[in-house]
């Protein structure tokens, strides 16, 4: 067996909950168990485009996980949120209202090459251990920031506090922690209120399956 599906992952799924519930499919369609793998993590409130690898095509993972990746996003300024996103504590920054041409300028900041450093709460593996596992355990997590490339922003709205725009993205990019960088900047503060994926590398979500689809 050697397949590449896509999926359209829905909020409140992870991706090993994507994984899961097709590999149960599998095994009562073949009667065996499958190897079966995704390639390249969403987060739990995030949703869309999911690849899930299967039998074969799981030797390909690395592959993909290096493709380049496009995400619709909608950011809330003002605020920060103790995850980067809606399902963190948050906490009142400041009442700075930015004007579009200061909005225009720092999206122009951070296209290109910069330096990120990753979100505590990430699957990035310290010791053998997810960064979010040791964050929600309470302990430090210390990652180092990454050069990762931001190629375009597109489709950008904003109406104070809300941003929202389509970003186009290195693998290896997080857009929560380009949208805390993007507060930090303007210094108002700002997390990631929604997020979606809707492509990676040439695969796209308008071609993907929902989960509650048969395999």
Do not use: C
């Not at 359209?8 to 095994?27: C, H, I, Q």
């Not at 003002?78 to 963190?88: A, L």
Request: proline share 4%; hydrophobic share 35%; aromatic share 8%.
């Amino acid at each position: 067996m050697n397949e590449i599906v896509l999926i359209d992952k829905p909020v409140g799924w992870t991706s090993f909950d994507v994984v899961a519930k097709m590999r149960n499919e599998l095994k009562k369609k073949t009667g065996k168990k499958v190897k079966i793998g995704h390639a390249g993590t969403l987060d739990p409130l995030a949703s869309g485009l999911l690849i899930v690898l299967i039998g074969d095509a799981t030797k390909k993972q690395f592959e993909f996980m290096k493709l380049d990746k496009t995400y619709q996003v909608e950011a809330k300024l003002g605020e920060v949120s103790s995850t980067g996103d809606e399902e963190g504590k948050k906490e009142f920054v400041s009442n700075l209202i930015p004007t579009e041409e200061q909005i225009k300028q720092v999206i122009k900041k951070f296209t290109g090459e910069i330096m990120q450093k990753p979100p505590v709460f990430s699957a990035i593996k310290i010791n053998g251990k997810r960064a979010y596992e040791l964050a929600r355990s309470g302990k430090q997590v210390k990652l180092k920031p990454r050069a990762v490339k931001i190629y375009e922003f597109d489709d950008v709205i904003y109406k104070y506090p809300n941003l929202s725009f389509t970003v186009s993205v290195s693998s290896g990019t997080y857009i929560r922690s380009l949208v805390e960088d993007i507060g930090d900047y303007i210094k108002t503060g700002a997390y990631t209120k929604s997020l979606r994926r809707i492509s990676i590398g040439k695969y796209r979500v308008e071609d993907a399956k929902p989960i509650n689809e048969k395999y």
